[in-house]
C-alpha cells in the first residue's frame, strides 16, 4: 500500500484529524510535526479530488476547504474517530499539571500517560487496515506534546534518562500522579552508644535509630516524605560501631532538591549517639554496590566467662583458620539455615582480669563474631569457648574498624 493509498484508507472509516493522519507517516520527513504532515497530505488528497480522480471518502475530512473544479460541500466533522478530539481535551491537563509542579524544586521532568482501553483499540484497527511501516503510536505523541507545552511554560527540560519528576497522565480517570526522584546521599557513619538499631523499627521499641539521627536534617531540608537507609552490613543494637560504616539515605519524595551536606553533617554531628563524614549525593546504583560489598572487620569484645581464664595462648590456633559457622540461633527466624565458612585474620587477647578477657579479632566479611566467642551451642567450629574450655557468661562488642577503602 503506498503512501497515498494508505492515507484514503485511513479517510474512508469518518473524520480523522490532522494529527493523527500525520501519524500515520511520522517516519517520512524529518522537522515536521504530525500535525504538519497530516495537512499536507490532506491537501494532496483533496488537490487529486480537485483534479477529477475517483476516490473514495468520507468528505467530512475536508471541510472548509474550498473546491474550485469539483462541486462538493464537505459536511461539518464530527470528532476524529481515532483519538476522539483528544488533543484539545489535554490542552486543559497542562495547567493542572503545571500547577502541581510549582510544589516541587526540579530541572528536569518527564511526561508519560495511560491510555484507555478505546484508544488502544481504535488505533489498532487503523494500524492493522494500513499497516505499521511508518506510523508512530498516539502513546509517544502525547507524551511528547504534552512535554513540549510543558517544556514552555516552565523553561524546564525534559529528560528521558534520569529525570527529577515523572509526570504521569491516567486518561481512564484524569488522575495526574507525580512520581518524584529520590535524592541518595552517601556517606559513613559512626554509632557510639549502645542501645539503638541502625534503622527504624515498625513498632517503635527504641526512642532512636541510626537512621532517624541522620535523616532528620535532611528530611528538613528537603521536605521529603520520609527515608530509606542502607547500610554496608549492620550491628546489633548492642554493640557499637566505632569504624566507619559506609551507607546511603535515600530521600523519597523530596519537594526540595538542593542540600546543604556541610550544614547537614554539623546538625548530626551535634548527636552524642552518631556521627557521620564524607557525605555526598550519588546515584541509586551505588546502594547495590555498598549492599553487596564485602568488608574485613575488626573488633574488640571485652569477655566475661564464668571461671578464672586459663590457656589464653590457644586462640591463636584461630588466626588463619577457616571457621565453620551455622546460621545462628538469634537470627535464624530471618535467614536461611545454611553453614557459612569464613576467615579469622588475626586475633589478640589480653587478660583484663582472672576471668575477663579483652580480644581484637580480624575477620573476613560475614563472619558472626558474637558466635566465634561463645560457640552458639557448638554451631561455630571452632571457637573462642571451646578452645579454652569455658563459658561465656558476657560479652561487650564494639567494631573498631571497617576496611571499606
Known sequence: MDLKEKTIEMMKEGFICDRCLGRGFSQLLSGLTNEERGRIIRNYVAMSIDSGEKIDFDDSNFYGMKFHLKKLKPKKPRKCYVCSDIFSELKKKVKLIVKKLKKYEYDTFLVGCKLT???????????NKVGIEWCESIKTEINRGFGKEIERITRKVMNRKLPDITILLDLNTGEVEMNVRSIYVYGKYQKLVRGIPQTKWKRKIFRTSVQEVIEKPFLKQTESE???FHGAGREDVNVRCLGWRPFVIELVNPKRRKLGLKKARESINKSKKVKVKNLKIVEKNIIRKIKFAEYDKTYRAIVEFENPVENLERLRKLKGIMIKQKTPIRVLRRRSNRIRRRMVKDIKFKLLRKNKVELKITTQSGLYVKELINGDG???????????????????????????D
Open 117 to 127: 482501553p478505546g484508544l488502544i483499540e481504535r488505533e489498532q484497527d487503523l494500524w
Open 226 to 228: 520520609k527515608s530509606s
Open 378 to 404: 557448638d554451631r561455630t567450629e571452632p571457637n573462642v569457648s571451646g578452645l579454652i574450655n569455658n563459658k561465656v557468661k558476657k560479652i561487650e562488642l564494639d567494631v573498631i574498624k571497617i576496611y571499606s
